[in-house]
């Protein structure tokens, strides 16, 4: 084992727990709470595993991830130049624009959690979730 299957590990790690956090909230957490909680109870329920599931985001997910990242795309030589290449550049790039639209739904989605606007966070959920799912297959594109 070298210790770029260490970092590429870590940076796999970390964004199977980013989506698999999001899957399991939405495919099992949300159901069973609004099946067998009363309103108040599961609105705090969701409130509150939301929380967690940001600072856990803010504190492990995204440095981790941006760390590992930089980590790779020094070890494949890419450049601010590369990105523009077709081939493994390119789907950096589109990688990268997606998982920054990820990050801004899910902040969305906090945001209209917190301010009462449960249209919007459904929707910013939804976009989050498809987005994540969407980064995951173009970084399977990028395995060298």
């Not at 509150?48 to 981790?64: K, M, W």
């Not at 997606?98 to 990050?103: G, K, R, S």
Request: aromatic share 6%.
């Amino acid at each position: 084992m070298t210790w770029w299957t260490v970092v590429r590990f870590l940076h796999v790690l970390g964004a199977a727990l980013w989506v698999g956090g999001q899957l399991t909230v939405s495919l099992v957490v949300l159901p069973l709470a609004r099946r067998t909680l009363p309103d108040e109870q599961r609105a705090l329920l969701l409130r509150a595993v939301g929380r967690r599931f940001g600072v856990v985001t803010l504190a492990a997910f995204l440095p981790l991830q941006v760390a590992t990242g930089l980590v790779l795309a020094a070890r494949n030589h890419v450049t601010w130049a590369s990105l523009g290449q077709p081939g493994y550049g390119r789907i950096l790039a589109a990688k990268l624009a997606l998982f920054c639209a990820v990050l801004a739904a899910a902040g969305l989605h906090g945001w209209a959690s917190g301010g009462g606007r449960p249209a919007l966070a459904r929707a910013m959920a939804i976009a989050s979730l498809v987005g994540s799912v969407g980064v995951v297959l173009l970084a399977t594109g990028l395995v060298s």
